[in-house]
């Protein structure tokens, strides 16, 4: 047995456990570069499509088909950019976000090779429009920071199976981030704010710690 167990270790030390509950996306952080600065490409989704009016990156959904996270957010990004997958430099996956809701988000960064916007010719079924923001305004302005409280309720009875008493009705856990960003009056927050937030921390710090080297 010790051997099958260290078999299964390395095939995978950075297993996510339970996987296969979550629903498995992939998102694309999206840079162009336009006039000598570096930009990200947003979408606010179409009003009819879920959730519909907020701003996310290209992505979606995980399909067999795709074997793999990485082809998930190239396949996505085309799709609904309406740009060609050649034109797509994918650097390297960032990480991977699993969130309260049950959503596991494989993030990937990468080139969109263009010289101007109007080279996208996004899927309008599912895009109402693009948000461009360069790179610097994640830079120099911070989120706002607010918080959501969270609750776990029961679906099933807990005192069918000896739970101690506090597991009757709704108990707490903690509560979390949710970071606001507002670019030109539109609001970028939620998984995407969170994704951004942490994505130019990392950025900025490692450029500033090349700077003292």
């Known amino acids: 047995m010790r051997e099958k167990i260290t078999e299964i270790l390395k095939m995978d030390s950075f297993r996510i456990i339970g996987k296969k509950r979550y629903i498995n996306s992939a998102v694309l952080i999206g840079i162009i570069n336009l006039e000598g600065k570096e930009h990200i490409v947003f979408e606010k989704r179409a009003l009819k499509i879920r959730q519909g009016g907020e701003i996310s990156f290209p992505g979606g ?22 740009i060609e ?3 797509i430099d994918i650097i390297g996956k960032y990480g991977t ?5 049950g959503m596991l988000l494989d993030v990937y960064v990468g080139y969109i090779n ?15 429009k ?3 923001v360069p790179m610097e305004f994640f830079k120099y302005n911070k989120p706002k920071i607010e918080k959501i409280g969270v609750k776990n309720i029961p679906e099933f009875s807990p005192k069918d199976y000896n739970l101690p008493e506090r597991y009757y009705g709704s ?10 960003y507002n670019y030109q009056d539109e609001i970028i927050w939620g998984m995407t ?14 450029e500033v710690e090349n700077d003292f080297k």
């Open 61 to 82: 959904k995980f399909e067999e088909k795709d074997g793999s996270s990485k082809e998930t957010a190239i396949r996505e990004t085309v799709e609904e950019l309406g």
């Open 85 to 87: 997958r050649e034109k």
């Open 97 to 101: 976000l699993i969130n309260a809701s």
């Open 114 to 128: 263009i010289e101007k916007i109007e080279e996208f010719n996004f899927n309008k079924e599912e895009v109402e």
């Open 130 to 132: 693009l948000v461009v």
């Open 171 to 180: 108990w707490s856990g903690n509560s979390r981030e949710v970071y606001f």
């Open 193 to 206: 704010a969170e994704i951004i937030f942490d994505f130019i921390e990392e950025l900025y710090k490692m």
